[in-house]
């Protein structure tokens, strides 16, 4: 080998050897950068390792920090805690769910006081032997085995009933006591021995006012009997009076009398009526009634008290809405009474109208009516709408000043509508009237009401005469429902322009804006009209006024009923010749009168033990055709049914001896005993508090009249009990409402 070729072999192994330098250089900076990326990234995770020590070291202080703060806070809530439950006067435990006591407060421990080994480690069967043999506790009839494995059996139940316990001091205990969840029974004693006692007391104050509500109850009776008899010689004597001959200040004094009396009625019946309603004990009696006849039997007792007004007394009844239902027939009379009654007190000329709506509810089963009295008076402040309806409450103005009155009666009126489950209103105007409603809902009675009358087919137009429009619009209203043709006139010269003709029938007012209906009749006779002439008059009393011109009068407001029974009862006009022959027959034959030399008198026995009532009783029956006998006490009064077979008895309820109960049980034994008829017998009694009603009709009397008695009342009930046979009661020109 030359030396060229060792050089070119060491030049290449020189050449190799430093490419393999490089390459472990590169390798070796490589291996640098990797050592120093390593180094830089444990010297960043260093760092944050070191911040995050620093955090935890930091959040370490503060949770200790914290921590002591919540134990120290713990322990204060701990200690309050134990300071408030030491301080309560109930006491307070608490039990593992072994039964062991864990913690209690004085109050808990407080009876077993001198007993050390009762304290938390004692176990609730321990304790309850302890305080069951060391008499802590009033055991009554029980054993302590009994009490003690009663009480126990409580304490493991699923559930344990609070328990009252007595101790032997008196104090009563109350143990109230709820599992945890975890086992641990907490335990609550409270001392109720101040609610007992309240109790106690609250019973015995209720027991006497009770008492003493029963005793105001029997006053209010007591005082009303003892009031109402007397005030019966009073009215009565007066009313009698009013009708001998008298001069003008002598019937002044008279009517005075008359009316202070019934005044002082009606405040005596307003007491016992709101006593009763503020001590709940005014119940209702539902019983099956005729609303539409009670409005117009009101509006009769009521019309008196018209007599010296300009004053129509109206009713408008819903056509379509049925007049039978269901309710308190002497509740609702007194609502209307009093709502009418005031509209008519307050109410110096005008009209006083009753009109009733209706909407069947309950699918047609009940009917939502609504009643409005409206009328054309003084009206009502708006302020004072609320007012009047409270308790003595009136309104106080110039107005008003002059009409007397309790301030009790809207308050009534409004309890008995509430109490019948309803509501009542006022809608009023100064100086132009006020309209009084009220709404109930009311079973339609099972009844079925008789169809009305039809009019006779030979009428073919009725002719209303009246001044007042609204009277025009419900005749019209009424006889537009039997498909009349009607024909409203508003004055006697519209009627006579009428020319009213054949198949005619006039219904005319009494009064009217230019005559009397009497002038209007006579001048239609004389232009030659045939047909019926019907007047409505609104006298007070109802007389049965017939001349050659008129052919009925009929007392009004009149019943829609009523009303279509007189038009069916119309005859189609006749020749002079047919009117003489058929005055001859009657619709069955000729016409036979009564020989009243054949017939006896109505026999009446009047059982009453006050002398000014007998006397009384006696001057308001004078004038009838009767055979009158008194008895004063109830063996009187049984001795006289056996003697005279009386066809009515008028008995009086608290006589001495045998009182009229017990005088009509045996009059009533006496009929079954011997096999006689039934013997109409109508109590006459003073009591007027609610349910006497019911035991003086139950002892087997027929019919209950209060005192003071009224005239109209009892000439009504003897002529619904005139037997066949017995002459007429009543003179030739008397009717039986006593006029």
Not at 249 to 256: A, G, H, I, K, S
Not at 405 to 417: D, K, N, S, Y
């Amino acid at each position: 080998m030359t030396n060229v070729d060792i050089l070119a072999k060491e030049r290449r192994a020189r050449m190799a050897a430093e490419r393999l330098l490089e390459l472990k250089q590169a390798e070796l900076s490589a291996a640098n950068r990797k050592l120093s990326a390593h180094a830089l990234s444990l010297t960043d995770e260093i760092v944050e390792q070191r911040v995050e020590a620093e955090a935890l070291k930091e959040q370490k202080t503060q949770v200790l920090s914290e921590l002591e703060s919540a134990n120290s806070a713990l322990v204060i809530a701990e200690r309050r805690l134990w300071d408030s439950v030491e301080t309560i006067q109930d006491g307070f435990a608490v039990f593992d769910a072994d039964g062991v006591m864990i913690a209690a407060n004085p109050a808990y421990l407080r009876p077993f006081d001198g007993l050390d080994s009762v304290g938390p480690g004692i176990g609730y069967a321990e304790m309850l032997k302890l305080a069951a043999d060391e008499g802590i506790v009033d055991i009554g009839d029980q054993s302590r085995a009994e009490w003690v494995g009663d009480m126990l059996a409580r304490w493991l139940g699923q559930v344990a009933e609070p328990r009252v316990i007595r101790l032997w001091n008196g104090v009563f205990v109350k143990l109230v006591d709820r599992r945890a969840r975890d086992g641990d029974m907490v335990s609550l004693a409270l001392n109720i021995t101040d609610t007992i006692r309240n109790e106690k007391r609250l019973k015995d104050a209720r027991r006497r006012a009770e008492a003493a509500n029963r005793a105001k109850s029997a006053f209010l009776a007591n005082m009303s009997h003892e009031i109402r008899t007397p005030m019966n010689g009073v009215v009565g004597m007066a009313d009698l009076l009013a009708d001998t001959d008298l001069d003008a200040d002598q019937r002044l004094f008279v009517e005075t009398i008359k009316s202070s009396g019934e005044a002082l009625l009606v405040l005596i019946n307003d007491v016992l009526d709101y006593s009763k309603i503020e001590a709940d004990k005014l119940t209702l009696h539902p019983e099956p009634f005729d609303l539409e006849r009670a409005i117009h039997e009101i509006l009769m007792l009521l019309r008196p008290s018209v007599q010296g007004k300009e004053l129509e007394l109206l009713v408008d009844f819903d056509l379509f809405l049925p007049t039978n239902y269901v309710g308190d027939p002497g509740r609702l009379r007194q609502v209307l009474t009093n709502l009418i009654g005031n509209a008519i007190k307050f109410t110096p000329a005008g009209h006083v109208l009753v009109r009733v709506v209706g909407l069947p509810v309950q699918g047609g089963a009940a009917q939502r009516i609504h009643v409005t009295i409206e009328d054309t008076g003084i009206g009502v402040p708006p302020d004072m709408a609320d007012h009047i309806f409270g308790e003595f409450n009136q309104v106080e103005d110039e107005r008003n000043r002059k009409f007397e009155g309790t301030g009790l009666g809207l308050a009534i009126t409004r309890r008995l509508v509430e109490l019948m489950g309803g509501e009542i209103w006022v809608d009023s105007e100064v100086g132009k009237g006020s309209s009084f409603g009220f709404h109930l809902t009311l079973p339609v009675a099972e009844t079925e009401e008789p169809p009305l009358q039809p009019v006779p087919g030979w009428i073919r137009r009725a002719l209303v005469v009246d001044g007042q429009a609204v009277n025009r619009q419900i005749v019209e209203k009424q006889l537009a429902m039997q498909n009349l043709e009607v024909l409203a006139l508003r004055s006697g010269v519209e009627a006579i322009a009428a020319q009213p003709g054949p198949g005619d029938v006039l219904l005319t007012d009494s009064q009217l804006p230019d005559m009397t209906g009497e002038d209007v009749a006579t001048k239609l006779r004389a232009d030659g009209f045939p047909g019926p002439i019907l007047m409505f008059s609104a006298a007070a009393r109802h007389t049965r006024r017939e001349t050659e011109a008129i052919d009925r009068v009929l007392q009004k407001p009149l019943r829609r009923r009523e009303l279509f029974a007189e038009i069916a009862r119309l005859q189609e006009p006749r020749t002079a010749a047919d009117t003489a022959r058929a005055s001859a027959f009657s619709a069955d034959g000729p016409k036979v009168p009564l020989d009243p030399a054949k017939a006896r008198a109505m026999r009446i026995l009047a059982a009453e033990d006050n002398k000014t009532n007998r006397l009384v009783f006696g001057k308001l029956l004078k004038s009838l055709d009767i055979d009158l006998t008194f008895a004063t006490n109830g063996r009187e009064a049984v001795d006289a049914f056996r003697e005279q077979r009386p066809d009515l008895i008028f008995m009086d309820i608290s006589m001495p001896e045998v009182d009229g109960k017990e005088a009509t049980r045996q009059i009533r034994a006496i009929e079954a005993n011997e096999g006689l008829a039934h013997t109409t017998i109508v109590a006459l009694t003073a009591h007027a508090m609610d349910g006497d009603d019911k035991g003086i009709l139950a002892a087997g009397l027929d019919h209950y009249l209060t005192k003071p008695l009224k005239k109209d009342a009892i000439f009504d009930r003897i002529a619904e009990e005139v037997p066949d046979g017995c002459r007429s009661v009543f003179p030739e020109g008397m009717q039986a409402t006593g006029t």
